[in-house]
């Protein structure tokens, strides 16, 4: 079964420095890959999916990641953060040869330091 | 567009009643959605609708829970009785196509048992 690996629970970021949020997901078979954004106090939001094409997605915000199918990743990155980027940030995956789950990771929260 | 509506937006009852949570998808999504989130854990799969028929309910945990979309519109998910583990956030999704491409999530429903 498809799993998704977040490996860090909490990130703390400067504002302004850079920063990338890691996942790993299980399995190298045709996939679809997301990231889910929550604000606070609001509900799942799309940031970007990788569904096929080129493997650098670039989503709302400002936000890119990137799909590397020999390591099974697709990790966030986003230049520069705004503090208005303090939120949970989730991995998922979807089995494209399968039915309509999609799999979530922990999530990562990221904390923006003024 | 409107977007994914849920109510309530928190709920709390003591254990062995009856809550009833509902979800409003998008306006011609056939396919609807829900997920749990227990505190700390991964956002789960509960169950799958197209239209009224339930398409994949493999994540329902146990009897207790009780999903309908009569008319393939609205949905409701009743916990009957009620258990302390059922407290986490409810969340519910619809989409147009095939979900594996992603949905579009409503706010969620807290739901704390006590």
């Known amino acids: 079964a498809q799993s998704v690996t977040q490996l860090d629970s909490q990130v703390p970021v400067f504002e302004e420095a850079p920063v990338e949020l890691r996942c790993n997901y299980s399995?190298?078979?045709?996939?679809?890959l997301f990231w889910y954004v929550q604000y606070p106090n609001q509900g799942l939001q799309l940031l970007l999916k990788?569904?096929?094409?080129?493997?650098l997605v670039k989503g709302i915000n400002g936000f890119e990641a990137e799909f590397n199918k020999s390591q099974t990743s697709f990790h966030l990155r986003k230049p520069s953060v705004h503090i208005s980027d303090t939120a949970e940030y989730f991995c998922?995956?979807?089995?494209?040869?399968?039915?309509?789950?999609?799999?979530f990771g922990k999530g990562t929260r990221l904390h923006i330091l003024p | 567009e409107a977007g994914v509506t849920q109510f309530p937006s928190h709920s709390v009852i003591e254990k062995g009643q009856t809550v009833t949570l509902r979800c409003d998808p998008i306006?011609?999504?056939?396919?609807l959605y829900w997920y749990r989130r227990v505190m700390g854990k991964e956002i789960k799969f509960l169950l799958h609708?197209?239209?009224?028929?339930?398409?994949?309910e493999s994540g329902m945990p146990n009897n207790r829970f009780l999903a309908e979309r009569t008319g393939g519109t609205y949905s409701t998910l009743k916990v009957q009785p009620a258990e302390l583990e059922d407290s986490g956030v409810y969340f519910c999704?619809?989409?147009?196509?095939?979900?594996?491409?992603?949905?579009?999530f409503g706010s969620g429903t807290r739901l704390t048992v006590v």
């Open positions: 999704a619809s989409s147009r196509e095939r979900g594996l491409y992603g949905y579009t």
């Open positions: 399995s190298s078979v045709s996939v679809y």
């Open positions: 990788y569904l096929s094409g080129s493997t």
């Open positions: 609708f197209v239209k009224e028929s339930k398409q994949d």
């Open positions: 306006s011609g999504h056939d396919n």
């Open positions: 998922a995956v979807s089995d494209m040869n399968r039915d309509d789950k999609i799999i």
